[in-house]
């Protein structure tokens, strides 16, 4: 289904491509704040007929612009309005927590018109998780409505004793306002006339206040100042390759779009529509593919993160001290604990994820003071690694469900079907998995790092002693001499789970394997059984539980491929990994404004045009973020200001002769540069600017 998603902070809307939210909707259209839905009727009428669309703009996640006009209307062989003679113009924003709707008619007709304009308006204040149909349970109750000079209140009571309100005014005196949520408005036009009449939609909170909603022409001056300090601060590229141009264009905006502050800076959320919260995995991968563009959101998902890390042991929530949520969730069943998502722990991966953004991000800017600020955080993971992440001191890191109204599969791929065997019998818990494991390393060895420049010996060669035994153990346990590949996972009984998949291409970014043993797993997700010419699939052409149209099971999801690109880039594979590249940059001219999908089937190429996914989120923060991962792999570039480094291995794709970028945030300034590619070839970089107080070292 097409739909319409605008989103600022905490707040979005989702509408149908006419702007309406009609009432019990499949797909759960509504307005929505802490995973509440504050609108979930918005029905606009001409003279209570529909209008009929004529434009529906997308291309901007925090604007919407939406054409009007009116049908045909005749009473009794008497004219009343002639078709298309009035255009109605709807200009939606949300800023500051405020949802601004400003309906502009225009009278096209040779004479004067008069018409009646009528909003109808209802709230449900459903939970998202009962409108996704997911959960039922013991809700609070509407408690009726209050209506004012121009003005309509909503209001109830949440069985978390909490008051819930959509406050909703207007700027144009309304000829009719019934407090069941209608609002009619009389238009008198002359030709050429227009007017405006501009709602503006408040969900609320607890305690009553006062309102004061600043106008709308002030509002939407302090959005776009927003978004132009935003751009002012962000990495620019220039290219003559126009593919990626656009597409990292788009990353950009969408990933402005999803970032939320809850207090600690701010940090993407997952997803629209309904992921637009904090994620562990997410949101922590996310802020790893922006550092090239704005490390700052790096740091700002750090504390975020830390704030919520688990003090004790809850297996109603999947918690042990020191792990990093996955999930949570603001409505009315999380707040009375009828679902466990408050935060919710169960995924094996963000913490020693966590720690891998940590470092990288550290190495990007050398910034220690959020090491010594975040040290007890550090040392809670790492605790949380070994003696609870490790359950069997193995020292493979597993995962298990403990909740019962938690999650099964605790992986990036955590449907219930992705760990299978290559018998198609699926995998027991606990498991562990391949890119987990490589993420520990990574962890590790990132920490130890750092912690020799602090003068923490001691502490770094335990971790790097530590490290090594990992690696050793999962190169003997994990690697399938037989398919020169690594299993995907270890289930509960210590055996591999064979089937071929994406995962252990995440570990390349450890530089945890060996080079023959890198070499070859390269080479097989290059291979047809991966590599469908648009990208790598999640699951192995072939294998018992591989299905192109599956969620997981031999999908392409972007941000996946950006890990296992990461990897291959700092391993110097360049010429490899930009046959991905390419592949990504050009499927995504099949999708709706040249935007990456959270995944699309993975069809061979050879089909002719990508198959979308049924249903995914758009935009979704990695699959946003993976076109500034092809940037980086490109330049091979990768940093570590702790040793006074940039190193920089440039290869431009063949279709791309030049590639410049503008203010990449790197240490103490800037790094600015061009690449290069003549007639012969021959690839030439020029330094523009580096005042980052790191030497440029080109491999």
């Known amino acids: 289904m097409e739909y319409r998603v605008i989103k600022e902070n905490d707040l979005f ?35 209570g007929e529909n209008p009929i669309l004529l434009h529906s703009d997308a291309a901007e996640n925090y604007m919407a612009t939406i054409l009007l006009t009116n049908p045909h209307m005749e009473k009794d062989g008497k004219l009343i309005l002639w078709r298309e003679s009035v255009e109605m113009k709807r200009s939606r924003f949300i800023y500051d927590d405020v949802l601004y709707e400003s309906i502009t008619v225009k009278n096209y007709f040779p004479k004067e018109v008069s018409f009646d304009l009528s909003i109808q308006m209802d709230v449900d204040f459903a939970d998202m998780f009962i409108v996704r149909g997911f959960q039922n349970g013991d809700i609070g109750s509407r408690t009726g409505q209050s209506v004012q000079n121009q003005s309509l209140t909503f209001h109830y009571d949440g069985a978390d004793e909490l008051a819930r309100r959509t406050y909703i005014k207007w700027d144009k005196e309304a000829q009719h306002i019934d407090e069941n949520g209608e ?139 020191g792990k990093i949520m996955h999930e949570i969730r603001f409505g009315e069943l999380a707040t009375t604990e009828q679902i466990p998502f408050t935060p919710y722990y169960g995924t094996i991966d963000a913490t020693p994820l966590f720690l891998v953004l940590l470092t990288e991000y550290v190495k990007w800017t050398g910034d220690l003071g959020i090491v010594k600020d975040l040290q007890s955080n550090i040392n809670a993971a790492l605790t949380w690694i070994d003696q609870y992440g490790d359950r069997d001191g193995d020292l493979f890191v597993e995962y298990h469900q403990e909740s019962s109204k938690g999650i099964a599969n605790q992986g990036w791929k955590d449907s219930g079907d992705s760990i299978v065997h290559r018998t198609g019998e699926y995998a027991t ?66 055996k591999q789970v064979g089937t071929i998949t994406s995962n252990p291409g995440h570990v390349l970014f450890s530089e945890m394997l060996d080079k023959n043993k890198a070499e070859a797993v390269i080479n097989t997700l290059l291979s047809p059984k991966m ?28 941000h996946d491929n950006s890990m296992v690109l990461l990897g291959m880039s700092k391993l110097q594979q360049q010429e490899k990994a930009n046959i991905i590249v390419e592949g990504l940059m050009e499927v995504a001219a099949h999708f709706e404004y040249d935007r990456l999908p959270e995944l699309f089937c993975g069809y061979d190429k050879s089909l002719g045009k990508a198959v979308k996914y049924p249903v995914a989120c758009s935009p979704q923060a990695w699959a946003a973020g993976t076109p500034l991962v092809f940037v980086q792999t490109i330049l091979g570039l990768f940093p570590n200001v702790l040793q006074g480094e940039i190193q920089l291995n440039p290869v431009l794709p063949s279709s791309m002769n030049e590639l ?9 300034g800037n790094l600015s540069l061009k690449v290069s590619k003549n007639i012969n070839e021959i690839v030439t970089v020029e330094i523009l600017e580096n005042s980052t107080g790191c030497k440029v070292v080109q491999n």
């Not at 990208?535 to 969620?551: F, Q, V």
């Open 531 to 558: 590599f469908t010419g648009y990208g790598l699939r999640t699951m192995g052409k072939g294998e018992a539980g591989y299905n192109p149209m599956s969620y997981h099971d031999g999908s392409i999801w972007p």
């Open 183 to 321: 609002v009619s408005f009389s238009f008198h036009l002359e030709h050429d006339e227009e007017q405006t009449v501009t709602f503006m939609i408040e969900p609320q909170h607890g305690e009553m206040k006062v309102t004061e909603i600043i106008p709308a022409d002030i509002a939407i001056e302090k959005l776009k100042d927003s978004y132009t300090k935003w751009e002012s601060t962000t990495t620019k590229i220039k290219t003559d390759y126009q593919p990626l141009q656009r597409l990292v264009d788009r990353g950009l905006g969408d990933l402005r779009v999803l970032l939320t502050d809850l207090g600690h800076g701010v940090f993407p959320v997952a997803g629209l529509p309904w992921f637009g919260v904090p994620f562990g995995r997410d949101s922590l991968i996310a802020a790893l593919q922006m550092l090239a563009f704005q490390p700052e959101v790096a740091k700002g998902t750090l504390y975020t993160m830390a704030s919520k890390q688990g003090t004790k042991v809850d297996p109603w929530r999947d918690e042990q001290p």
């Open 13 to 47: 809307l989702l509408t149908d491509t006419s702007g309406n939210i009609p009432e019990n909707h499949p797909y759960g259209l509504g307005l929505y704040s802490k995973d509440t839905r504050f609108l979930s009727k918005l029905d606009l009428k001409i003279n």
């Open 429 to 494: 818990t606990p498991i562990a998995l391949s890119e987990v494991q490589g993420y520990v390393y990574q962890a590790k060895m990132g920490i130890a790092a750092i912690y020799d420049i602090l003068d923490k010996q001691g502490e770094a060669a335990q971790l790097r002693e530590q490290s090594q035994k990992l690696k050793e153990k999962f190169d003997k346990e994990f690697w399938m001499e037989d398919v020169q590949f690594y299993a995907i996972a270890l289930d509960s009984d210590k």
């Open 660 to 668: 410049v970028i503008e203010g990449m945030r790197i240490g103490e």
